[in-house]
Nanobody, 121 residues
């Protein structure tokens, strides 16, 4: 069974940095695009950043220039380096991956359980 497990959330002061990690485990044939979403209290989940297997990246306007997404294909892991954090970045951050599980031929989307990031003084 495929699982996505996030880590790295926590409490940080405005202007600080955090690095989130998300590791995909289980029987995976092909791990394609991975990304990060977030959901702030009382708001809908929103896309933050994405990265293809080949390393092409894209960012939401609200985080471009402050966040960097990267991945290690050998470890099936995606990272989100978050710098110059602002109070409005406070949210639960979710990892997302499009992959083909063992025994299948079609891409499926998987989600992690979420990791909380709080930016406050």
């Amino acid at each position: 069974q495929v699982q996505l497990v996030e880590s790295g959330g926590g409490l940080v002061q405005p202007g600080g940095s955090l690095r989130l990690s998300c590791a995909a485990s289980g029987s995976i044939v092909s791990l394609n695009t991975m990304g990060w979403y977030r959901q702030a209290p009382g708001k809908q989940r929103e896309w933050v950043a994405g990265i293809t297997r080949g390393g092409s990246t894209n960012y939401a306007d609200s985080v471009r220039g402050r966040f960097t997404i990267s991945r290690d294909n050998a470890k099936n892991t995606v990272y989100l380096q978050m710098n110059n954090l602002k109070p409005e970045d406070t949210a639960v951050y979710y990892c997302n991956a499009y992959l083909i599980p063992s025994g299948g031929t079609a891409l499926k989307t998987y989600w992690g359980q979420g990791t909380r990031v709080t930016v406050s003084s």
